[in-house]
């Protein structure tokens, strides 16, 4: 996404390209490039221009014109036929299920050809995937069409990062180069633009990177400026696609100007360091830049430069032709890096928390739906899985609102935007649930009366047991009775939470109890850890019997918020200074840090096996918010709940959770799309250090243990302390201090940019005595954030049409 109107020159100042307007050489000048490879594609925005319905019809209209072109060029000669590049996969698939035999055929033709290229990747995607959701991403057509289809490139464009996950995975598929356009907004490049790199994978494995300009940059070599500076939606009438001779004319005079203008920007680059003699730059329309279709009339323009044999050279082509001159010329001599690629421009799916969460939350039902529990996977359960996997892919696809999100945050256009995107969380959320239901009904509803208990983690589990009074009838249940040990289980009532404690319940295992409605005898209470609390009652410090240091030390589950002072927004502008004390002294003066404030003494309650401390507070941004800290008495592990009422205001803030873990010792480890990496170290130089996009965990692990911290909903953290802007390439101070980033609207576009109303947010902290891998970490977090599941199975037997059609999986 991006600023039409003034991104384009702020970021040719950037990279160092913008035209030069004195000295111009003459079109007699040699130049130091020998050729320009052109890849022209469509940047594919699942809405931002245009609602996501109609951009989905838009993108396979230009695939069909695209192929159009191809055909009619396909008898010339090589530097005269019209190429085309498909960015998203997703589109091609979508295209190919309505496509007529015939037309297929042609598509095939036009690839074998080597005029169309299709990519790898569904489509531009922010960093959230887990690694069954890659593993999705990377199988999104049928194997034999991707042996048709033959890809060879990974396309990733806008995004400022790249899932190591996803480089892995296509690797693991054969493909050996990634194209990528970073657009620089609120974001950067990790080296110059353009640029490439061999991107080694943690098995050995290299894929070749080219860091390419903006994808719409083709077009900037050759003119001054753009030829649209606005951007509009495809309906309307009075704003036009460029038509022949617009833009790129081909006669004499246009295109020998538009070579001055070339040289002259290629000139300033060799000023700055460019060191090869080509260039690879990907051109898109000038309709609206985003979600343009093709130009067929690119390819006489290229025609008509080579017909007057200037130089460089032009050549319109793919990705994949072009990846395989890059390695060709150079791939011997470009530098080799490792790591995560974390993304800049993640922060923005924070502006959406309750959607974030409830994808995440559907990624954990997913992985139980999938357990061994329920004795095995037929295809409809894969089916299914599929399905709801595709949808959570496609929410972490990177536009989530209108390119209008905050001139006009509630008109139809932008409502429409948030309203499809939220789709592809909650719909997948309720259909995760819904298929863990079925899959449970299917497993109990024949088994002997009592009250099921079903542990589709991959940990043992020990905690509370939370049952729905609706269920009860009205019937005063007082306790239950497992069928296997004769054990008696109080059920204790918190509000409106009924509950009861169950101890070590086997991984993927199944337990029965009765439910009983005379009174349980009072359990024994288990040793209380030593826990110290501040002024006003709220837990600082917790230590189990065995550890040699607190759990945590400080105000855990503080709330904290960053927010714009005088002007409504933060601008982007500040990002892009390049003096690291300018920058910041530019931040500290925008913005203030609030924290919240107590609302008088925490409450305090206890049952035999934890103890529980609930705490109001207030702050400016919020209403009606709450903390509450549940400390276990069986093992080293607190629970922290924040809710959060967030009044309106469409100033940029930014919304953080403080955790101040204890000082192990050890450099904290986490992962993403289930690769694990140390932030800061293990990532790639010029990468995201503000922010970190996580599985849900961080582990510090050390000889003596492992101290784990893990979030159910929140996939955004910062160590320290807030780093907007701060770009660090070294550890903070304290790596200790985790911030749970939970809420973040300084984007002015493609986000909401105002959430209201209730959040909630549940976090986990825990103590093993053994160093815990990060494989064990991602399962202990799977397990904590999502506890057994419950049905009650009564003494009737249900009739068998009503069975076969309610538990029947389709």
């Known amino acids: ?119 790898a990747l569904p489509f531009n995607v922010h960093p959230f995937l887990n690694a069954s959701q890659w593993d999705q991403a990377l199988n999104w057509i049928p194997d034999e069409l991707w042996e048709d289809f033959h890809p060879q490139v990974g396309i990733q464009h806008d995004v400022n990062g790249f899932s190591q996950a996803s480089a892995m995975r296509l690797a693991g598929k054969g493909i050996r180069y990634i194209w990528n356009g970073i657009n620089t907004w609120w974001g950067g490049a990790p080296f110059y633009q353009p640029s490439g790199f061999w991107w080694q994978m943690p098995d050995g494995k290299k894929i070749l990177v080219w860091q390419c300009w903006p994808y719409w940059y083709g077009y900037n070599l050759f003119t001054r400026q753009d030829w649209r500076m606005v951007q509009s939606e495809a309906h309307n009438t009075q704003f036009r696609t460029p038509r022949i001779n617009d833009i790129l004319s081909a006669d004499e005079a246009s295109v020998r100007e ?141 536009t989530f609102a209108a390119n209008e999100a905050s001139p006009s945050p509630y008109g139809f256009f932008n409502q429409g935007h948030l309203a499809e995107k939220a789709i592809y969380a909650y719909r997948p959320y309720e259909e995760a649930k819904w298929l863990v239901a079925q899959r449970m009904r299917n497993l109990i509803t024949n088994q002997p009366e009592g009250l099921y208990v079903v542990n589709a983690g991959e940990e043992d589990y020990s905690g509370w047991i939370v049952l729905d009074p609706v269920s009860f009838r009205k019937v005063d249940y007082q306790s239950v009775k497992d069928q296997k040990s004769g054990r008696v289980h109080k059920v ?15 991984a993927g295992s199944v337990q029965s109890f009765d439910l009983l409605e005379q009174k349980a005898d009072d359990e024994t209470s288990l040793p209380v850890p030593d826990i110290r609390v501040d002024t006003q009652g709220w837990p600082s410090q917790v230590r189990w019997n065995g550890m040699d240091q607190p759990l945590f030390s400080g105000e855990i589950g503080k709330f904290l918020s960053l927010e714009s002072l005088a002007d409504p927004r933060i601008e982007a502008d500040i990002w892009i200074e390049k003096d690291s004390s300018t920058r910041l002294r530019r931040i500290a003066e925008a913005t203030r840090q609030t924290g919240g404030i107590p609302s008088g003494e925490a409450k305090k309650t206890e049952t035999p096996y934890s103890v529980v401390y609930t705490q109001n507070f207030s702050h400016p941004r919020l209403q009606n918010s709450w903390r509450r800290v549940e400390v276990f008495k069986n093992e080293p592990r607190v629970r922290v709940t924040v809710h959060l009422y967030r009044r309106s205001m469409p100033n940029t803030e930014i919304f953080y959770i403080e955790f101040p873990m204890a000082e192990t010792g050890a450099f904290p480890v986490t992962s993403n799309g289930g690769v694990a990496f140390r932030p800061y170290l293990d990532q790639i130089p010029g990468t995201c250090t503000d922010f970190f ?118």
């Open 492 to 506: 204790y009532t918190d509000g409106a939470e009924v509950k009861f404690w169950a101890e070590k319940i086997k």
């Open 693 to 810: 996009t996580i599985d849900g965990w961080v582990n510090y692990p050390s000889k003596a243990g492992s101290l784990l911290w893990s979030s159910r909903d929140a996939a955004l953290i910062s160590f320290s302390e807030p780093q907007l802007a701060a770009k660090r390439r070294t550890p903070p101070g304290s790596m200790n201090r985790i911030l749970a980033m939970v809420y973040n609207n300084c984007w002015e576009e493609n986000f909401l940019n105002d959430c209201i109303g209730d959040m909630e947010f549940q976090f986990d902290l825990v103590w093993k005595s053994h160093p815990v891998s990060a494989e064990e970490a991602q399962r202990i977090a799977c397990s904590l954030t999502l506890p057994p599941f419950v049905m009650l199975n009564p003494a009737t037997r249900e009739d068998p049409f009503t069975y076969q059609r309610m538990n029947e999986i389709k």
């Open 1 to 119: 996404m991006k600023r039409i109107n003034i991104l384009v020159g702020l970021l040719l100042a950037i990279s160092g390209v913008a035209g030069i307007t004195q000295n111009i050489p003459g079109s007699g000048e040699v130049s130091p490039i020998e050729y320009i490879d052109i890849i022209h594609c469509s940047h594919t925005d699942y809405g931002y221009t245009d609602h996501p319905y109609i951009v989905e019809d838009l993108q396979q209209r230009f695939l069909d014109i695209a192929l159009d072109a191809a055909l009619a060029t396909a008898q010339l000669p090589v530097e005269k036929r019209f190429c085309w590049t498909a960015e998203a996969l997703d589109i091609v698939w979508r295209w190919w299920r309505n496509a007529t035999p015939s037309r297929r055929s042609d598509l095939l033709a036009m690839i074998r050809q080597g005029q169309i290229d299709i990519t």
């Open 258 to 398: 538009a070579h001055v203008i070339c040289l002259e920007k290629i000139r300033k680059m060799k000023e700055e360091g460019y060191p090869f003699d080509f260039i690879a730059v990907s051109i898109t329309n000038q309709w609206r830049i985003d979600n343009d279709g093709p130009f067929p009339p690119l390819v006489d323009f290229v025609a008509k430069w080579n017909e007057l044999q200037l130089k460089p050279r032009l050549r319109l082509t793919t990705a994949s032709d072009a990846m395989q001159r890059i390695e060709k010329k150079v791939g011997g001599i470009l530098p080799t890096y490792s790591g995560e690629w974390p993304d800049w421009w993640a922060f923005g799916v924070a502006s959406v928390p309750r959607e974030l969460a409830a994808s995440r939350q559907a990624g954990n039902h997913v992985r139980a739906a999938l357990s061994p529990v329920w004795g095995g996977n037929d295809l409809p359960v894969i089916e299914n899985v599929e399905e709801i996997t595709r949808s959570l892919c496609r929410f972490y696809e990177h």
